[in-house]
């Protein structure tokens, strides 16, 4: 509430300062010429001013403030009552912060019903420090960007440089929280390569975290070849058989074939299925999906067919993924200059043998592009997999077998109560890694071909 408060007090100041430095400005103004900025300038100028040094404050002291005010509450005489064990402690504190916030709320331990007094005026107490300290470095930066309200002060390139700062932050956030990821991945798979050998993780056939055992023979339980498999034959061959062909022919169709209404009617439901959540993918993969295709293994004669299998959670993959290739091949093809179509038929050619010959080779960089990022898309879903694909890791051809994938056994893996750092949760980083270079490699292969194809069509 305090951090609301707060932050509405800093925009209401910085628009304070846009009018009034934006009123001083316009005094100024004595004809055409006279001042170097306009007014509107000045006026950003000075909210800029005031509103970036106090955000600054309100941060930094926001990331102090927590340990204040513990160390407030520690000095509480009830804060004596609290025990050793570090984690029977920080419950006991975390519940007494939970109650300060919310006075309402049922108490599970008396002694943090004794301790949320104390954690609401202390952090009552240190909120109102941290609102004056934002407050007086937004007037200290609002008095200096108040006097240079003058008629030759360059306002203007300053609130520019300012803007394209932002926008330069704004672009290294996707650059930033990349690296950060990738640095995360390598260091918990290299503390998980401590204890597992790469080669056994990498090139092993059984996969068993849950019965790992410490010891030298500990990398046996940790082979994750059965679920790359299981990933690659889910979301990269089931998948794309039905996703490759049914988004390339809707295409093309949809381009080449269908009249302007009819086109304007079928792509919007079309790209209806892009939105639909996966959870709800998965309900249709578990409940009508997986037992049409149990009864179908049954007709073809296979014992004891489970329910649970990779063909029932990679046919109802490659359908959510139909309007990724669809998409980009519409758009690919639909980009293809009208003069090689003309050029086609006026040599001879038929409208099919102008697509298969002429559009369909000319377009294929953004069919490419648009199966790389299906494929990207289906091996990282998850949802299908846990409802219609099982748990079982299994190095198997066979489509009517229950399999597993990365991302399931990330899942499973980073759930619950587990210790973070053993070899079992620490596996799930390894895996993460494996999956983002894969991914990476798909991309870069695509930007290959798409680079080759376009020169050879320019």
């Given at each position: 509430m305090i951090s609301l408060i707060v932050l509405v007090a800093i925009l209401g100041l910085g628009l304070a300062g846009w009018f009034s430095a934006r009123g001083r400005a316009r005094l100024l103004y004595s004809g055409r010429g006279s001042l170097h900025s306009m007014p509107n300038y000045h006026g950003w100028h000075v909210a800029l001013w005031i509103i970036v040094p106090a955000l600054l404050a309100w941060v930094a002291w926001s990331a102090i403030s927590p340990e204040l005010v513990q160390s407030a509450v520690m000095t509480d005489p009830a804060a004596a009552k609290l025990p050793e064990m570090d984690m029977e402690r920080h419950a006991i504190l975390a519940e007494a912060r939970t109650l300060a916030s919310s006075p309402g709320a049922v108490a599970f331990n008396p002694l943090a019903q004794e301790l949320a007094g104390p954690y609401y005026a202390a952090e009552t107490r240190f909120g109102v420090i941290g609102a004056v300290l934002v407050a007086i470095f937004a007037f200290v930066g609002g008095a200096y960007g108040f006097t240079r309200v003058r008629a030759g002060f360059p306002a203007?390139?300053?609130?520019?440089?300012?803007?394209?700062?932002?926008?330069?932050?704004?672009?290294?956030?996707?650059?930033?929280?990349?690296?950060?990821?990738?640095?995360?991945?390598?260091?918990?798979?290299?503390?998980?390569?401590?204890?597992?050998?790469?080669?056994?993780?990498?090139?092993?056939?059984h996969w068993a975290p849950g019965n790992a055992i410490a010891g030298p023979d500990i990398g046996e339980s940790f082979g994750a070849?059965?679920?790359?498999?299981?990933?690659?034959?889910?979301?990269?061959?089931?998948?794309?058989?039905?996703?490759?062909?049914?988004?390339?022919?809707?295409?093309?169709?949809?381009?080449?074939?269908?009249?302007?209404?009819?086109?304007?009617?079928?792509?919007?439901?079309?790209?209806?299925?892009?939105?639909?959540?996966?959870?709800?993918?998965?309900?249709?993969?578990?409940?009508?999906?997986?037992?049409?295709?149990?009864?179908?293994?049954?007709?073809?004669?296979?014992?004891?067919?489970?329910?649970?299998?990779?063909?029932?959670?990679?046919?109802?993959?490659?359908?959510?993924?139909?309007?990724?290739?669809?998409?980009?091949?519409?758009?690919?093809?639909?980009?293809?200059?009208?003069?090689?179509?003309?050029?086609?038929?006026?040599?001879?050619?038929?409208?099919?043998?102008?697509?298969?010959?002429?559009?369909?080779?000319?377009?294929l960089p953004g069919i490419v592009a648009g199966v790389m990022l299906a494929i990207s898309r289906a091996i990282g879903e998850t949802m299908i997999v846990v409802m219609a694909a099982g748990a079982t890791a299994r190095l198997s051809a066979d489509p009517f077998d229950s399999m597993t994938t990365v991302t399931y056994q990330i899942v499973q893996l980073l759930t619950g109560d587990q210790e973070f750092n053993s070899p079992k949760t620490l596996s799930a980083f390894a895996l993460g890694l494996v999956l983002f270079i894969v991914t990476l490699i798909l991309n870069i292969v695509a930007l290959r071909v798409v680079k080759r194809f376009r020169e050879a069509y320019e």
């Amino acid at each position: 509430m305090i951090s609301l408060i707060v932050l509405v007090a800093i925009l209401g100041l910085g628009l304070a300062g846009w009018f009034s430095a934006r009123g001083r400005a316009r005094l100024l103004y004595s004809g055409r010429g006279s001042l170097h900025s306009m007014p509107n300038y000045h006026g950003w100028h000075v909210a800029l001013w005031i509103i970036v040094p106090a955000l600054l404050a309100w941060v930094a002291w926001s990331a102090i403030s927590p340990e204040l005010v513990q160390s407030a509450v520690m000095t509480d005489p009830a804060a004596a009552k609290l025990p050793e064990m570090d984690m029977e402690r920080h419950a006991i504190l975390a519940e007494a912060r939970t109650l300060a916030s919310s006075p309402g709320a049922v108490a599970f331990n008396p002694l943090a019903q004794e301790l949320a007094g104390p954690y609401y005026a202390a952090e009552t107490r240190f909120g109102v420090i941290g609102a004056v300290l934002v407050a007086i470095f937004a007037f200290v930066g609002g008095a200096y960007g108040f006097t240079r309200v003058r008629a030759g002060f360059p306002a203007r390139t300053w609130v520019e440089r300012g803007v394209m700062l932002a926008l330069l932050v704004a672009s290294l956030m996707a650059i930033l929280t990349t690296f950060g990821i990738i640095i995360s991945l390598l260091y918990e798979t290299g503390v998980f390569f401590t204890h597992v050998s790469p080669i056994d993780f990498l090139t092993g056939t059984h996969w068993a975290p849950g019965n790992a055992i410490a010891g030298p023979d500990i990398g046996e339980s940790f082979g994750a070849v059965p679920l790359f498999w299981g990933t690659l034959f889910i979301g990269a061959i089931i998948a794309m058989i039905v996703a490759i062909p049914l988004g390339l022919m809707s295409a093309i169709y949809l381009t080449q074939y269908a009249n302007a209404k009819l086109r304007k009617l079928l792509k919007p439901v079309l790209e209806i299925l892009a939105g639909i959540p996966t959870v709800v993918y998965g309900y249709f993969a578990a409940l009508t999906v997986a037992p049409m295709v149990r009864d179908f293994a049954a007709m073809l004669g296979k014992e004891n067919p489970s329910t649970e299998s990779a063909l029932a959670a990679g046919l109802v993959m490659g359908v959510m993924i139909i309007p990724f290739v669809s998409s980009m091949a519409d758009d690919s093809i639909a980009a293809v200059p009208q003069a090689m179509r003309d050029g086609s038929l006026a040599m001879g050619a038929t409208q099919s043998e102008t697509i298969k010959k002429v559009l369909v080779p000319a377009a294929l960089p953004g069919i490419v592009a648009g199966v790389m990022l299906a494929i990207s898309r289906a091996i990282g879903e998850t949802m299908i997999v846990v409802m219609a694909a099982g748990a079982t890791a299994r190095l198997s051809a066979d489509p009517f077998d229950s399999m597993t994938t990365v991302t399931y056994q990330i899942v499973q893996l980073l759930t619950g109560d587990q210790e973070f750092n053993s070899p079992k949760t620490l596996s799930a980083f390894a895996l993460g890694l494996v999956l983002f270079i894969v991914t990476l490699i798909l991309n870069i292969v695509a930007l290959r071909v798409v680079k080759r194809f376009r020169e050879a069509y320019e």
